[in-house]
């Protein structure tokens, strides 16, 4: 079974940093695209910052500047690095990404969400 499996949320001060990491676990894969949404309460999910295949980046204008999206092609893993955390961050942080497994035969692709992580920036 492929899955999304989030770790590293938590409860961090304003100004604080937090490390999310994602890892695209089965077998065979590969992750493609890759990126990070959040939905605080009441809100609707937005991007938060997105990695191509290729390396390219897109950051939502309220993080640009003070998260950093990166991945690890041989582990399957997309990070994000958290500094200087505002409580205007706190949100349940999803990450989403396309998978693509390969098969004998044919490959099978995926658009895969994980189940999330809840930061939460206070003092």
């Known amino acids: 079974q492929v899955q999304l499996v989030e770790s590293g949320g938590g409860l961090v001060q304003p100004g604080g940093s937090l490390r999310l990491a994602c890892v695209a676990s089965?077998?065979?894969?590969?992750?493609?695209?890759a990126g990070w949404h959040r939905q605080a309460p009441g809100k609707e999910r937005e991007l938060v910052a997105r990695?191509?295949?290729?390396?390219?980046?897109n950051y939502a204008d309220s993080v640009r500047g003070r998260f950093i999206i990166s991945r690890d092609n041989a582990k399957n893993t997309v990070y994000l690095q958290m500094n200087s955390l505002e409580p205007e961050d706190t949100a349940m942080y999803f990450c989403n990404a396309d998978i693509t497994i390969h098969g004998d035969d044919r490959n099978e692709y995926l658009e895969l969400w994980g189940q999330g992580t809840l930061v939460t920036v206070s003092s």
């Open positions: 990695i191509t295949s290729g390396g390219r980046l």
């Open positions: 089965g077998r065979r894969l590969s992750m493609n695209g």
